[in-house]
């Protein structure tokens, strides 16, 4: 039940497009496909804006989208806007449990 | 709507025991899976217990397990955590949240809970 390994930090100006990725294992996101994301503002609790990989949730911008390459996923935010500033975290099926990424903070310069 | 909401957090000593306890209204409680999920203060998310829809099913982070036991009551729509020998690295804000299919779709606003001496 290791973390999944995503990059402290990432920026981008606003309209500017960033990835962020989420690596694992052929245990956990090289072998599902829930791998999911969330978005968190300070002091808010998580919201979800991607599920199953690439799905979105109605209500999330269709700014934000997923995707998945062996054993790492990625959620990228198009257009950036100010409001996306946030803690964003992935999250893996993994047998019958969970795991976390250990979060990236976004930072819309 | 969806409304999930938890209760029962607080300071307690290392060794303590706590119980948190999570009200869930505006979907079908009986038929989902449900999940706590905690955050350390300044730190990520970290999962620690689902329950399956009849209770019968429980699954556990290794951090916890032994020490935790998630259970729900389905005819009160409640999910609940009870924490024994309660450690400093438990402290944080803990969170209940609706399952869907390895997605966690609706979340409470969290209950903290501090474990110091």
């Known amino acids: 039940q290791s973390a999944l390994t995503q990059p402290p930090s990432a920026s981008g100006s606003p309209g500017q497009s960033v990835t962020i990725s989420c690596t694992g294992t052929s245990n956990d996101v090289g072998a599902s496909n829930y791998v999911s994301w969330y978005q968190q503002h300070p002091g808010k609790a998580p919201k979800v804006v991607i599920y199953?990989?690439?799905k979105r949730p109605s209500g999330v911008p269709d700014r934000f989208s997923g995707s998945k390459s062996g054993n790492t996923a990625s959620l990228t935010v198009s257009g950036l806007q100010a409001e996306d500033e946030a803690d964003y975290y992935c999250s893996s099926k993994i047998g019958l449990d969970n795991v976390f990424g250990g979060g990236t903070k976004l930072t819309v310069l | 709507e969806v409304q999930l909401v938890e209760s029962g957090g607080g300071l307690v000593q290392p060794g303590g025991s706590l119980r948190l306890s999570c009200a869930a209204s505006?979907?079908?409680?009986?038929?989902?899976?449900m999940t706590w999920i905690r955050q350390a203060p300044g730190k990520g998310l970290e999962w620690v217990a689902n329950v399956e829809q009849d209770g019968s099913k429980t699954h556990y982070v290794d951090s916890v397990r032994g020490r935790f036991t998630i259970s729900r009551d389905n005819t009160r729509d409640s999910l609940f955590l009870q924490m024994n020998s309660l450690r400093a690295e438990d402290t944080a804000v803990y969170y209940c949240?609706?399952?869907?299919?390895?997605?966690?779709?609706?979340w409470g606003q969290g209950t903290l809970v501090s474990v110091s001496s």
């Open positions: 505006g979907f079908t409680f009986k038929d989902a899976w």
């Open positions: 949240a609706r399952h869907n299919y390895y997605r966690f779709d609706f």
């Open positions: 199953e990989v690439t």
